[in-house]
């Protein structure tokens, strides 16, 4: 590199361009064709100076592109000659860049520069911060602060949509002809959600208000639920259940019941009167009871209805107002479930189907008939119980054994899910109304649970809250009635105002932990009392029954809404009541844990469609009493459980 004098020693570089016309205007007169292609194209025409002998100095050759190409860059010999355009290479002097006025971009690069910078604030660099935290915070509100209001924003229209199928992503509802629709759309928005007494959130899976004026409920009218055509004879109920007696008016469900005594007609709108015996099978009385058995069915969860019962006032003395959740497998009055049972040595006749045998998944002796050993000697607590009564011969348990057990042999006719799981029919009472016993007037409900098999004495545990607690000890008790050779029950009695009222329970359980289970009842919106899975622990040791775990339900449940009379609740004192009787019921209403919903008659854990079709008869004919197939053999001692 060459060096220039006086403007320092920075020396020159090597730089190319393009050649233009120009140049070849500037080469000798002299030049011939044959030594264009040799000739020196000068340095760009105002080239800085060079210093010294260098000055001068080109590259004294180059060359054209071939003119045989089939692009030729020239055609010098054509009409109009052009000259080719090709890269000159030229020597650059750096110092004398330094003969020229500084720049901007010089001082800029310069660290030494003084007087640059004007001032030490920059509007241009506040305004790109301005700017860059501008975007930073749009862009956490578009994907933090937007999703978060969104979320709350909709919570409401999400839990309707959570786990219900018939409600699309936008919260709307279609209302389709003829479609049915587990939940009513009429009931107000403020009743689809609440917290549990768990104090968790729960959301509507099911109701009904009955704001259609006119339903019927004859097999096949509606679809959620069925009223029965049959006698509750278990119990001695003096009444005749009639589908005719059901009907919704003015808001309600009203269940009716006549009296053949009354003579004239059109009392009331759902009254039938009159009526005779011999057209009422026989009896003098005539009521109805309405179920959702293999319709509407829910395992776990809460269910609350609000009613009002019969009587012209708290005087009246005999009515028996009752509203249940029963599992799948029993249908009230017919023959059969999965337990069988005896009322008497030999008799079969089965209240609700399932004979009060209840939830039980232990393969013990309280799968046996009777609750005794094989031999008939033991255990003492199932041969004499002081509990008992005279009509059983104080013996503790007149079952006759749980059919489907968890006891049953391979290839058994059992429900499933194996033969290894303990099928039973729990229930549970939202209320049994009646007049009280204890006092003069008023009302009370009995609020209840019924297990089997039996622990010795019928006695439940009840000294700690994980076992039994009451919340409102101004109105409720424990029931005295603890239970008898047929049911075992837990329950508690609660005084009732007389107008309307609305009773509920909430109930859950683990099949897989089932002394996690509890239920907890409630009147008017206050929690009466509560029962958890340890008050139905195993009862072992000498002076027990030798039974297991009970279950708080894990099977599917129906709900049973009637109105009856018997002499075997209370006695009856006719003069203080009046017919027709009207049961109304304003709505049902079933909740269940928000992300843990089961509705449904059919669950896989706890099937039922098949074995019911198999066994139709038992399930559909209230006149079989008795269980006609194949009985499952139980695996502890080698026969078939009757």
Same mark, same amino acid.
């Not at 009513?184 to 729960?202: F, I, N, Q, W």
């Given at each position: 590199?060459?060096?220039?004098?006086?403007?320092?020693?920075?020396?020159?570089?090597?730089?190319?361009?393009?050649?233009?016309?120009?140049?070849?205007?500037?080469?000798?007169?002299?030049?011939?064709?044959?030594?264009?292609?040799?000739?020196?194209?000068?340095?760009?025409?105002?080239?800085?100076?060079?210093?010294?002998?260098?000055?001068?100095?080109?590259?004294?050759?180059?060359?054209? /592109?071939?003119? $045989? %190409?089939?692009?030729?860059?020239?055609?010098?010999?054509?009409? !109009?000659? =052009?000259?080719? &355009?090709? *890269?000159?290479?030229?020597?650059?002097?750096?110092?004398?860049?330094?003969?020229?006025?500084?720049?901007?971009?010089?001082?800029?690069?310069?660290?030494?520069?003084?007087?640059?910078?004007?001032?030490?604030?920059?509007?241009?660099?506040?305004?790109?911060?301005?700017?860059?935290?501008?975007?930073?915070?749009?862009?956490?509100?578009?994907?933090?602060?937007?999703?978060?209001?969104?979320?709350?924003?909709?919570?409401?229209?999400?839990?309707?949509?959570?786990?219900?199928?018939?409600?699309?992503?936008?919260?709307?509802?279609?209302?389709?002809?003829?479609?049915?629709?587990?939940?009513?759309?009429?009931?107000?928005?403020?009743?689809?959600?609440? /917290?549990?007494? $768990? %104090?968790?959130?729960?959301?509507?899976?099911?109701?009904?208000? !009955?704001? =259609?004026?006119? &339903?019927? *409920?004859?097999?096949?009218?509606?679809?959620?639920?069925?009223?029965?055509?049959?006698?509750?004879?278990?119990?001695?109920?003096?009444?005749?259940?009639?589908?005719?007696?059901?009907?919704?008016?003015?808001?309600?469900?009203?269940?009716?019941?006549?009296?053949?005594?009354?003579?004239?007609?059109?009392?009331?709108?759902?009254?039938?009167?009159?009526?005779?015996?011999?057209?009422?099978?026989?009896?003098?009385?005539?009521?109805?009871?309405?179920?959702?058995?293999?319709?509407?069915?829910?395992?776990?969860?809460?269910?609350?209805?609000?009613?009002?019962?019969?009587?012209?006032?708290?005087?009246?003395?005999?009515?028996?107002?009752?509203?249940?959740?029963?599992v799948k497998f029993s249908n009230s009055g017919q023959a059969h479930g999965p337990w069988g049972t005896s009322l008497g040595r030999g008799t079969l006749r089965q209240r609700m189907g399932c004979g009060h045998i209840r939830g039980y998944n232990s393969c013990d002796v309280g799968t046996f008939p009777n609750q005794t050993n094989k031999d008939g000697l033991g255990p003492a607590a199932a041969l004499h119980s002081d509990a008992s009564r005279a009509k059983y011969n104080y013996e503790l348990s007149w079952l006759s054994g749980q059919r489907a057990s968890a006891c049953s042999c391979p290839d058994s006719d059992h429900p499933g899910p194996s033969p290894s799981v303990g099928r039973g029919a729990p229930e549970i009472d939202i209320f049994e109304a009646e007049h009280s016993k204890d006092t003069p007037t008023g009302h009370v409900v009995s609020q209840s649970a019924q297990f089997a098999p039996f622990t010795a004495d019928y006695v439940y545990l009840n000294a700690t809250t994980d076992q039994w607690e009451i919340f409102s000890p101004n109105v409720t008790r424990p029931n005295n009635y603890r239970g008898s050779a047929v049911q075992q029950a837990v329950s508690g009695i609660v005084s009732l105002r007389d107008d309307m009222f609305q009773g509920s329970f909430e109930y859950n359980s683990d099949p897989n932990n089932p002394s996690d289970g509890y239920i907890i009842w409630q009147v008017d919106g206050v929690q009466s009392h509560r029962m958890g899975a340890a008050a139905v622990s195993p009862d072992q040791g000498p002076t027990g029954s030798g039974v297991g775990q009970r279950l708080i339900p894990v099977e599917p449940m129906s709900i049973v809404l009637n109105l009856g009379m018997s002499q075997n609740w209370q006695n009856i004192d006719f003069s203080t009541l009046t017919f027709p009787a009207e049961f109304l019921i304003d709505y049902v209403r079933v909740y269940q844990r928000r992300g843990a919903q089961n509705v449904g008659c059919n669950p896989k854990d706890y099937p039922t469609k098949e074995y019911i079709d198999n066994h139709s008869e038992a399930y559909t004919n209230a006149n079989t009493t008795t269980w006609n197939w194949e009985k499952p053999k139980n695996s502890r001692v080698g026969f078939f459980i009757f």
């Open positions: 590199m060459a060096s220039h004098e006086g403007v320092g020693h920075r020396g020159s570089i090597l730089l190319y361009r393009l050649a233009s016309e120009d140049d070849a205007h500037t080469q000798p007169a002299s030049s011939s064709a044959s030594s264009r292609d040799s000739a020196q194209l000068l340095p760009p025409p105002n080239p800085k100076p060079l210093a010294g002998s260098q000055r001068n100095s080109t590259v004294s050759t180059y060359s054209f /592109v071939n003119l $045989d %190409s089939k692009y030729p860059l020239s055609n010098r010999d054509g009409a !109009f000659p =052009t000259f080719p &355009r090709i *890269f000159v290479p030229y020597e650059y002097d750096l110092a004398m860049d330094e003969l020229d006025p500084l720049d901007e971009e010089d001082l800029m690069h310069d660290p030494t520069a003084k007087g640059y910078m004007k001032t030490s604030f920059s509007w241009r660099g506040a305004l790109n911060v301005v700017v860059l935290v501008s975007l930073i915070l749009g862009l956490l509100s578009l994907f933090f602060l937007y999703p978060v209001l969104t979320f709350f924003r909709n919570e409401a229209r999400n839990a309707r949509i959570n786990g219900n199928i018939h409600i699309n992503g936008t919260g709307q509802a279609p209302v389709l002809f003829q479609m049915p629709d587990l939940i009513d759309p009429t009931t107000p928005d403020e009743a689809r959600t609440r /917290v549990g007494y $768990d %104090s968790l959130k729960y959301d509507l899976v099911f109701s009904d208000e !009955f704001n =259609t004026d006119g &339903r019927t *409920f004859y097999p096949g009218d509606d679809p959620f639920w069925e009223a029965v055509d049959l006698w509750y004879g278990v119990t001695g109920d003096i009444e005749w259940y009639d589908p005719s007696q059901v009907t919704t008016s003015n808001g309600s469900l009203v269940i009716t019941m006549d009296s053949a005594d009354t003579l004239q007609s059109g009392l009331t709108q759902g009254s039938t009167a009159p009526l005779t015996t011999a057209e009422n099978h026989g009896l003098s009385y005539r009521s109805g009871m309405l179920q959702s058995w293999n319709k509407v069915c829910f395992t776990g969860g809460y269910i609350e209805v609000s009613v009002v019962l019969p009587g012209a006032n708290a005087e009246a003395t005999g009515y028996l107002e009752k509203t249940t959740a029963y």
